[in-house]
């Protein structure tokens, strides 16, 4: 749940821990390498120098680290933001021959429809109608592929993603809470002894910040805008509060929405094209691996704010930094630190018997990378999963309805039924 304390300052001495701060480490690492290659493709296609690339990419991070860092340190819950990744992959074909400030007039009005959303709380009758089970089961299926492309990767770069694997195992034995350090410190260890950092290929220097001044026209309005709207809702926002419910946490959606488009709406004019709530990042630093105790995993939501407002400064050398790790070392450590959070997942969507059948069509439907519209899996999954259970409801209520039969006896066919045992999750952590 959302601490009650609604003071802003920084985390408690005693909150500190090593696991939440690398979760948050790793949440970046993770969340930074691939949306940053694609923002870099969208800003060539737009014809835009380095100093316009590098602005775009330092406003985003200096907005999401600012945003997040300050709603975890005020709700003490791991609210992590993030940039649109759908919304970068729509606008490496949708900014050909586009003027930017036209873009940037699309941005402005794409990140004022959302602080509107939150505005006028329209957000959380929305979330609140999400079953638990339902968002449970929609994290596992979002995070699933992750944890298979740990082996994915391990049949390309076996000599790579088997130590990390070995390294995995040996700590979540004896030091389960330093596990994703001892991954990290493998992966990069092995990669450097074979000479695949390549650490020396980017040109480190400082961010500039570049105004570009919004012009709005009709077509960006429809054209971009709107798409970018709709994407993010439905594949960042709406699947980062499921995602933050699926681990036990109730926030205030309207007003973490609201944070995500004010801080979208001022970095805008930089050439940020969208702030929104994490949802696979977020599993990092909402999950058990973060810390045992739920209350202090906003620590990792910190971490990763912070680090990103570190990344703005030179957030064009940075991404070429993530560039110039392997892609086996990246997939592996993202899979292995969402082991915990999709076990908890299955388990949570599984543990009752008369939705499981939901839950099932959301996970799979989820994990199966379709995409409609230019909106992805995850909003789809979710859609139907919530058809299911709606349509699945009747059916309960009446199953419900009905005397249980051997209930006198306590046998069916000779068999004895007992009722079934619930499954611990670190999904619904306990406060």
């Known amino acids: 749940m959302a601490s009650s304390d609604s003071s802003l300052s920084l985390p408690r001495r005693g909150d500190l821990s090593l696991s939440a701060i690398v979760a948050g480490l790793v949440a970046v690492l993770v969340s930074f390498g691939g949306t940053a290659v694609l923002m870099v493709q969208a800003g060539h296609s737009a014809g835009l120098d380095s100093a316009r690339i590098g602005s775009w990419l330092g406003s985003i991070c200096l907005a999401l680290g600012l945003g997040g860092a300050w709603l975890s340190l005020r709700l003490r819950t791991p609210i992590v933001l993030a940039w649109s990744t759908p919304g970068a992959a729509l606008l490496i074909s949708a900014l050909a021959g586009v003027p930017f400030g036209e873009a940037v007039g699309a941005f402005v009005l794409a990140a004022a429809l959302a602080l509107g959303c939150g505005l006028l709380g329209w957000v959380d009758p929305i979330a609140r109608r999400i079953p638990p089970q339902i968002a449970a089961a929609m994290?596992?299926?979002?995070?699933?592929?992750?944890?298979?492309?740990?082996?994915?990767?391990?049949?390309?770069?076996?000599?790579?993603?088997?130590?990390?694997?070995?390294?995995?195992?040996?700590?979540?034995?004896?030091?389960?809470?330093?596990?994703?350090?001892?991954?990290?410190?493998?992966?990069?260890?092995?990669?450097?002894?074979?000479?695949?950092?390549?650490?020396?290929?980017?040109?480190?220097?400082?961010?500039?910040?570049?105004?570009?001044?919004?012009?709005?026209?009709?077509?960006?309005?429809?054209?971009?805008?709107?798409?970018?709207?709709?994407?993010?809702?439905?594949?960042?926002?709406?699947?980062?509060?499921?995602?933050?419910?699926?681990?036990?946490?109730?926030?205030?959606?309207?007003?973490?929405?609201?944070?995500?488009?004010?801080?979208?709406?001022?970095?805008?004019?930089?050439?940020?094209?969208?702030?929104?709530?994490?949802?696979?990042?977020?599993?990092?630093?909402?999950?058990?691996?973060?810390?045992?105790?739920?209350?202090?995993?906003?620590?990792?939501?910190?971490?990763?704010?912070?680090?990103?407002?570190?990344?703005?400064?030179?957030a064009g050398a940075v991404a070429v930094f993530f560039q110039a790790l392997p892609p086996a070392l990246i997939a592996a450590l993202a899979g292995l630190a969402l082991l915990g959070p999709i076990m908890g997942g299955l388990a949570s969507a599984m543990q009752q018997a008369d939705s499981r059948e939901a839950a099932l069509i959301t996970v799979l439907a989820t994990a199966s990378g379709m995409s409609f519209w230019g909106i992805g899996s995850a909003f789809w999954g979710l859609a139907a999963g919530l058809l299911a259970h709606g349509v699945l409801a009747p059916r309960r209520r009446a199953a419900g309805a009905e005397p249980a039969h051997g209930a006198t006896h306590g046998t069916t066919h000779g068999q004895t039924h007992a009722p079934a045992e619930a499954v611990p999750s670190e999904a619904q952590p306990k406060q």
């Open 139 to 314: 994290l596992a299926g979002v995070l699933l592929n992750f944890g298979i492309g740990v082996f994915g990767a391990m049949g390309k770069e076996a000599w790579l993603v088997l130590p990390m694997g070995l390294a995995y195992l040996l700590c979540k034995r004896w030091a389960p809470r330093y596990a994703i350090l001892a991954v990290l410190a493998c992966g990069l260890v092995v990669a450097a002894s074979r000479g695949l950092l390549r650490l020396d290929a980017g040109t480190w220097q400082l961010t500039q910040f570049v105004w570009t001044t919004p012009v709005f026209t009709w077509r960006g309005a429809i054209s971009l805008a709107l798409p970018l709207f709709v994407v993010a809702m439905a594949s960042q926002n709406l699947p980062g509060l499921a995602i933050l419910q699926a681990a036990g946490y109730r926030v205030p959606a309207s007003r973490i929405i609201a944070v995500s488009g004010g801080v979208g709406l001022l970095a805008a004019p930089f050439g940020a094209h969208s702030v929104t709530l994490a949802a696979i990042i977020a599993a990092i630093c909402a999950g058990n691996e973060s810390h045992p105790d739920p209350g202090r995993r906003y620590v990792a939501a910190v971490t990763y704010g912070v680090s990103y407002i570190v990344l703005s400064v030179a």
